[in-house]
Structure formats: C-alpha cells, structure tokens
C-alpha cells in the first residue's frame, strides 16, 4: 500500500517553531518530486515548498521564504518541514505530497494553529 504519513502539527504561539514530518511507504521517494502543501479556513491549497526530482532543487514561495526549510532523507524516505517565526497566517492543515508523471500522491494532513 502507497502511504504518506504526515506528523508534527500542534498548537504554537506567534514566532515559535514546529517541525513537521512524513513518511512514505509504498514508493520510492527519490522518483518522486516531493512538497508540502496548506490549507487555511476558507482558502485554496498552497504550495509551501518542493523538492525537485531531478536535480533536488527547492522552491519555497515568498509567503514562508526565510522561516521554511524543507528537508528530505531518501533513505529513510521522509521529509521534514522545519518552520521558524511561525505567524498566525501560518495556521492552516499542511499535507505533504509526491508527485511525478505516473503518480500524484498526498498524505492525510496534520492541522497548525498559531496563536497570536
């Protein structure tokens, strides 16, 4: 079975950090473009960060630039979002994600909530 376990989410206050992790199993992550994706009440999904596949290039969008860092471990096939100067903007359920041509995968999400 093809899972994306996503843990880590919890409640913060303003411009405190939560690391959030996930775990495939079923694939291989290294095939895979990898990224994290969030929620907010009433809004769109957005991507926060991506690693490229095929040269492991990252993108991060303004919004989080900066306070982000995406991380991944192939071997262990987990990727890490380290979030830092969380803002209550931030809050929102953050899914993670692999993708490639053949497959488009996401895990459950897991809910942040930043206090302010």
């Known amino acids: 079975d093809v899972q994306l376990q996503a843990s880590g989410g919890g409640l913060v206050q303003a411009g405190g950090s939560l690391r959030l992790s996930c775990a495939a199993s079923g694939f291989r992550f290294d095939d895979y473009a990898i990224g994290w994706f969030r929620q907010a009440p009433g809004k769109g999904r957005e991507g926060v960060s991506c690693i490229s596949s095929s040269d492991g290039s990252i993108y991060y969008p303004d919004s989080v630039k900066g306070r982000f860092t995406v991380s991944s471990d192939n071997a262990k096939n987990t990727v890490h979002l380290q979030m830092n100067s969380l803002k209550p903007e931030d809050t929102a359920v953050y899914y993670c994600?692999?993708?490639?041509?053949?497959?488009?995968?996401w895990g459950q999400g897991t809910l942040v909530t930043v206090s302010s």
């Open positions: 994600r692999a993708w490639n041509m053949n497959n488009d995968y």
